[in-house]
């Protein structure tokens, strides 16, 4: 099937989780506009607001009230990114999911050029080629992507870049682990599929302050992909061959 034809049967949903972004989310909506003007897709916008403490809240319900394109859902509590993107999944109506942060270091155009590449590929990562970091985020980053790399061997060059997007049907086959999110990539190809990677544009932070610290950069990421290499020895996939089902009534 070519791209445009694919393409023409596909829905998108972008996962947007946010912890304390106040100050961000209303020039992120002026971004994300840009893109949803532009897709080739009907594309829904997902905020999955992880317990937020400012007024990150009461700043999603008015931009969700106004804008059928975006929606929300609130977590009682703060449970990390991994649990916030989970939830997220777990929600989306579409065939496509993606994810990109509310901290606006990366651009939702940038959406527009992981789109060619289904349904050939099963996800597209970014690699944020010139990173505007501060120089312990950029290594601490270094050091872990290289240590995970050589633990796992999965070839994501960059498997914390928040630009992804992936098919429905690999996406929800992700189990809910802590640092599940370090790992999508890895996760996807478990289940056979395969992965793109392109070079995404990449900014300073445009307000706030980042949520990381060397901490957990360096050795949660380090205890993460040990509990990865668990998951991996005894992950199963299966295939059908043949089957016959009786239809059953719904009884409502």
């Known amino acids: 099937m070519s791209t445009a034809a694919y393409l023409a049967q596909q829905s998108l949903t972008v996962l947007v989780p946010v912890f304390n972004e106040e100050e961000s989310l209303g020039q992120f909506v002026v971004e994300m506009d840009k893109f949803l003007a532009l897709s080739p897709v009907p594309t829904t916008v997902l905020f999955i607001n992880d317990g937020s403490t400012d007024g990150s809240l009461a700043l999603l319900r008015t931009i969700c009230q106004t ?42 155009l940038d959406f527009l050029e992981f789109l060619p590449f289904f349904p050939e590929y099963d996800m597209v990562n ?8 501060t120089v312990v985020k950029k290594l601490s980053s270094k050091v872990a992507n290289a240590v995970r790399r050589t633990l796992i061997n999965d070839g994501i060059q960059d498997t914390g870049c928040p630009l992804k997007i992936i098919k429905a049907e690999y996406a929800r086959r992700i189990p809910l682990f802590h640092g599940m999110h370090r790992f999508l990539g890895a996760l996807v190809q478990l289940q056979g599929g395969r992965v793109q990677q392109l070079p995404v544009r990449h900014f300073p932070r445009f307000a706030g302050t980042a949520k990381y610290t060397l901490w957990n950069r360096a050795w949660k990421p380090l205890v993460d992909t040990f509990g990865f290499r668990w998951i991996r020895s005894r992950w199963k996939n299966y295939d059908i061959s043949e089957q016959q089902r009786a239809s059953v009534a719904v009884v409502r």
């Open 67 to 108: 804008n059928p394109q975006y929606e929300y859902l609130s977590l009682r509590q703060n449970r990390g990114l991994s649990t916030a993107l989970k939830a997220g999944i777990d929600h989306a109506r579409t065939t496509l999911i993606g994810y990109i942060d509310s901290d606006i270091q990366t651009t939702p």
């Open 126 to 133: 970014g690699i944020r080629a010139q990173r505007q970091d």
